[in-house]
């Protein structure tokens, strides 16, 4: 079915949501703070099928079928993907990208659900990245406490809402949501970050829940009543995951929000919006931002104002604002049109006609994104950079 208006892709992300149902607070600190339970890091590498680096409790797990094959499959896929889809990725960012992601120390990404995977690739220096969407925060699930069989179930899910990352480079919200609920303890981003982090051999060193004061101000969240994780009410529901990347001494931090963008929402939290506008960001990132920022009007012209970089795919801010002399921008990939399940208005006659006659446009030895879903040459990035002083 075709989408109609132009509020469809919010209620597409909004109706998953609506799936989700409230949790308990998320388990925090680097140590085993709970009696008997092992430390964030080591839940971490559980998730994503890495072993144990000492005796714990989940080490005796580890010796369970659902763990093992759990383990080999992403094994596998890790294997091929590291001799295929990432060296492709990272001979690009070499290439083409080493300005903005060697620049890139602090990371805007909007619309962005769980996905630490690309934002990681991408801005390797980044030391803070900031995420948003209309997912749910969730916690760190209890896998000791959970029996074989809701194991297996976990492990399954899990799996199943991987492969739209892994296939197309993005989550689809509506299936996520659909997977997630079939499995409480896998509700929420925060199992998913867990797992791309153990993945990328991050060692995961704490897991807060935040929110923000009637200032803007990031404060603790922890066992706070009115936090009832659901992105639609007027509660910023938010978690703060501090991590070091392999071989380093320096903590990095991931914040991701769980609230809805929309310029009305954001009109009944404007102490949100405060926190907004304190943010301070290198590049802001959009990949399958499913054309928000054509009339989420805040969100644009934050990241109009204040990037030095923008980095994206066609589905973030429209081409129209990049064509005055405050920006350079460089084009990559083909731009073949929109997906049918998107709205007509989201298609760009001026990008087409930028791609059509600009002779400097490069290609991308990769698929990402919806243009990747529509042709398999149909991957479109643009990287603009901010060329006046304001």
Request: proline content about 5%; hydrophobic content about 40%; charged content about 20%.
């Amino acid at each position: 079915m075709k989408t109609r208006t132009k509020y469809a892709p919010l209620m597409v992300v909004a109706f998953a949501a609506m799936l989700f149902t409230p949790c308990c607070g998320v388990h925090e600190g680097s140590s085993a703070d709970r009696e008997g339970q092992p430390a964030v890091g080591e839940v971490a590498r559980y998730l994503a099928g890495m072993p144990q680096t000492r005796v714990n409790k989940l080490s005796e797990l580890e010796k369970s079928p659902a763990w093992k094959n759990h383990a080999a499959y992403f094994d596998a896929l890790y294997a091929t993907m590291e001799k295929t889809r990432i060296p492709a990725i990272r001979g690009f960012i070499a290439k083409e990208l080493g300005d903005v992601s060697g620049d890139t120390e602090k990371l805007l990404y909007l619309f962005s659900g769980p996905d630490f995977f690309y934002a990681d690739l991408f801005f390797p220096n980044a030391k803070q990245m900031v995420l948003f969407g209309l997912e749910r925060v969730g916690q760190v699930p209890p896998m000791t406490d959970l029996d074989p069989a809701r194991q297996q179930a976990f492990f399954d899910v899990l799996r199943q809402s991987l492969v739209w990352m892994y296939d197309w480079g993005y989550f689809v919200t509506t299936f996520m949501g659909e997977h997630f609920s079939k499995v409480m303890e896998l509700r929420g981003v925060v199992p998913l970050v867990l797992f791309f982090m153990a993945r990328a051999e991050c060692d995961v060193t704490a897991v807060e829940r935040v929110t923000v004061d009637q200032k803007g101000n990031v404060i603790s969240a922890a066992n706070d009543p009115l936090d009832v994780d659901a992105p639609g009410d007027l509660y910023v529901s938010g978690v703060r995951i501090t991590y070091k990347k392999n071989g380093e001494k320096e903590t990095r931090t991931l914040y991701y929000w769980s609230h809805d963008l929309s310029d009305g929402h954001l009109a009944k939290t404007p102490h949100f919006v405060a926190y907004m506008d304190s943010l301070k960001f290198d590049t802001a990132y959009f990949k399958a931002a499913s054309y928000l920022p054509y009339w989420m009007n805040y969100c644009r012209n934050l990241v109009l104002n204040k990037s030095k970089y923008i980095f994206q795919s066609d589905s973030g801010v429209p081409y129209k604002y990049f064509t005055g002399q405050e920006w350079t921008t460089r084009m990559y990939g083909n731009y073949m049109g929109i997906l049918g399940v998107f709205p007509a208005w989201a298609y760009q006659t001026d990008l087409a006609q930028r791609y059509a006659t600009d002779k400097t446009v490069k290609p991308v030895p990769f698929g990402i994104c919806y243009g990747f879903r529509l042709h398999p040459q149909g991957t479109n990035l643009m990287v603009a950079k901010r060329s006046a002083a304001r």
